[in-house]
C-alpha cells in the first residue's frame, strides 16, 4: 500500500526522461514513416497505431523495457506496414488478401439486412450515419456503405451519374 501512490523519485525521474525520449523517438520515427503510419485506413493500419500505442507505454512505464528496444519495435512494426502496403499496391491478389472490400449496407430506401448482418450493423447505426450526413429522410439516400475503414459512407439520391453507376455495380458485384 505505501507503493501506490509513489515508488521513489527514481522512477519518478525514469519515467519523465523515458516519456520524453520515447514521445520524440515516436514522432521522428513517424515523420520517416509518413502519414500512412497512423491513418486508419484499415486493419493493418489501426494494429499498427495501437501496438506502437502498446510499445510506447510498456516502455515508459516498464523498467524492463530499455528505450532503444522499444523504439526498435516501433521502428520493426513501421517497416513491417510499409512492406505490406508496399506489396498490396503492387499485386492485386495480396492487396485482395488482406484488405476489405466495402460493403452496401443500404441501397435505394432499403436496409440490406443480409449485409448489416454480415458486417454487424444496427439499424440504428445507419440512421445516426445519415443523420451525420444532414440527411433526415432515408428515401433521399442513393445508398450507404460501409468502407474499407469501417467507416459508413452516405450517399445521397442526387449524387452524380457516375456515382450512381459505381454504387449499382457494387450492388450487383456483392449479391
Given at each position: 500500500m505505501d507503493?501506490l501512490f509513489f515508488?521513489?523519485?527514481?522512477?519518478?525521474?525514469?519515467i519523465v526522461?523515458?516519456s520524453?525520449?520515447?514521445?520524440?523517438s515516436?514522432?521522428?520515427?513517424?515523420?520517416?514513416s509518413g502519414?500512412?503510419?497512423t491513418?486508419?485506413l484499415?486493419?493493418?493500419?489501426w494494429?499498427?497505431?495501437v501496438?506502437?500505442?502498446?510499445?510506447?507505454?510498456?516502455t515508459?512505464?516498464?523498467k524492463?523495457?530499455?528505450?532503444?528496444?522499444g523504439m526498435?519495435?516501433?521502428g520493426m512494426?513501421?517497416?513491417l506496414?510499409f512492406?505490406v502496403?508496399?506489396?498490396?499496391t503492387?499485386?492485386d491478389?495480396?492487396a485482395?488478401?488482406?484488405?476489405s472490400?466495402?460493403?452496401i449496407v443500404f441501397?435505394?430506401?432499403?436496409?440490406?439486412?443480409?449485409a448489416m448482418?454480415k458486417e454487424?450493423l444496427?439499424?440504428?447505426e445507419?440512421?445516426c450515419?445519415?443523420?451525420?450526413?444532414?440527411?433526415?429522410?432515408?428515401?433521399?439516400?442513393l445508398?450507404?456503405?460501409?468502407?474499407s475503414d469501417?467507416?459508413?459512407?452516405?450517399l445521397?439520391q442526387?449524387?452524380?451519374s457516375?456515382?450512381s453507376?459505381?454504387?449499382k455495380a457494387?450492388?450487383k458485384s456483392q449479391?
Amino acid at each position: 500500500m505505501d507503493k501506490l501512490f509513489f515508488d521513489s523519485w527514481e522512477t519518478l525521474i525514469r519515467i519523465v526522461i523515458s516519456s520524453i525520449l520515447v514521445y520524440a523517438s515516436i514522432v521522428i520515427l513517424l515523420k520517416i514513416s509518413g502519414k500512412r503510419a497512423t491513418s486508419q485506413l484499415n486493419n493493418f493500419d489501426w494494429i499498427v497505431t495501437v501496438m506502437m500505442g502498446s510499445i510506447g507505454a510498456s516502455t515508459v512505464i516498464l523498467k524492463s523495457v530499455p528505450i532503444v528496444e522499444g523504439m526498435a519495435s516501433i521502428g520493426m512494426l513501421l517497416l513491417l506496414q510499409f512492406g505490406v502496403t508496399k506489396l498490396a499496391t503492387k499485386s492485386d491478389k495480396f492487396a485482395s488478401i488482406i484488405l476489405s472490400d466495402p460493403a452496401i449496407v443500404f441501397y435505394q430506401g432499403q436496409f440490406l439486412r443480409d449485409a448489416m448482418t454480415k458486417e454487424r450493423l444496427t439499424e440504428q447505426e445507419l440512421m445516426c450515419a445519415m443523420r451525420e450526413a444532414g440527411v433526415h429522410d432515408p428515401a433521399n439516400v442513393l445508398a450507404i456503405v460501409l468502407e474499407s475503414d469501417a467507416k459508413l459512407t452516405v450517399l445521397k439520391q442526387n449524387e452524380d451519374s457516375d456515382t450512381s453507376q459505381t454504387i449499382k455495380a457494387l450492388v450487383k458485384s456483392q449479391f
